[in-house]
Nanobody, 121 residues
Framework: QVQLVESGGGLVQLGGSLRLSCVASGTVFGINTMSWYRQTPGKQRELIAVVDSSGGTDYADFVKGRFTISRDNAKNTVYLQMNSLKPAATAVYYC???????????????WGQGTQVTVSS
């Protein structure tokens, strides 16, 4: 019914930038909160940034001032602009969204498949 597809990951050098995108497709009626998480092997998935339906944002302390989350409601897309990247940012990045679909107005939680970000020193 609903798919989230991330893109924009890759290999970047220390101090570089990447912009991740996550597009929701399918029988999307509305999207509430949109978030980005990341996960490294052996660790729990951790929240990086959140944008709510009115555009309000919140960030984990370790990315404040360097990462920016934004959304384009017309395109059902959420972005994560990552600047001044460090090797510690190397992880798989996932988008997570609260989405309601046609014929079922309740919001459900969806995850993307993840995109790898690698920062070399």
């Amino acid at each position: 019914q609903v798919q989230l597809v991330e893109s924009g990951g890759g290999l970047v050098q220390l101090g570089g930038s990447l912009r991740l995108s996550c597009v929701a497709s399918g029988t999307v009626f509305g999207i509430n909160t949109m978030s980005w998480y990341r996960q490294t092997p052996g660790k729990q998935r951790e929240l990086i940034a959140v944008v709510d339906s009115s555009g309000g944002t919140d960030y984990a302390d370790f990315v404040k001032g360097r990462f920016t989350i934004s959304r384009d409601n017309a395109k059902n897309t959420v972005y994560l602009q990552m600047n001044s990247l460090k090797p510690a940012a190397t992880a798989v990045y996932y988008c997570n969204e609260e989405i309601s679909v046609y014929l079922d107005m309740r919001f459900h939680n969806y995850w993307g498949q993840g995109t790898q970000v690698t920062v070399s020193s």
